[in-house]
Nanobody, 116 residues
Framework: QVQLVESGGGLVQPGGSLRLSCAAS????????RSWYRQAPGKEREWVAD????????NYANSVKDRFTISRDNAKNTLYLEMRSLKFEDTAVYRC?????????WGQGTQVTVSS
């Protein structure tokens, strides 16, 4: 079965850094657009960043621009999100999404908590 599994979340102090990973299995996602989303408690899901199939084109939400970097390793079927200068408002469950034509595939999410 198609499966996306996020990892790398945890507790970090403001100003710190984390690297999230999203490993795909059951299908090769190298040809597909992939994205990161996040959702904080009591808030709606927010788009964070996306990357083209080849990795040459990236886009970011204004709230994370210049602090986060999305990348992919198609050989490993893995999507990454480098997060720097983390703020309290970055606290959320982060999920990866892969668009495979008519179907969007989602991971289970990994918790990122920014706290002193």
């Amino acid at each position: 079965q198609v499966q996306l599994v996020e990892s790398g979340g945890g507790l970090v102090q403001p100003g710190g850094s984390l690297r999230l990973s999203c490993a795909a299995s059951g299908f090769t996602f190298s040809s597909y657009h992939r994205s990161w989303y996040r959702q904080a408690p009591g808030k709606e899901r927010e788009w964070v960043a996306d990357i083209s199939s080849g990795g040459g084109a990236t886009n970011y939400a204004n709230s994370v621009k210049d602090r986060f970097t999305i990348s992919r390793d198609n050989a490993k079927n893995t999507l990454y999100l480098e997060m720097r200068s983390l703020k309290f408002e970055d606290t959320a469950v982060y999920r990866c999404k892969t668009t495979g034509g008519p179907i969007d595939y989602w991971g289970q999410g990994t918790q990122v908590t920014v706290s002193s």
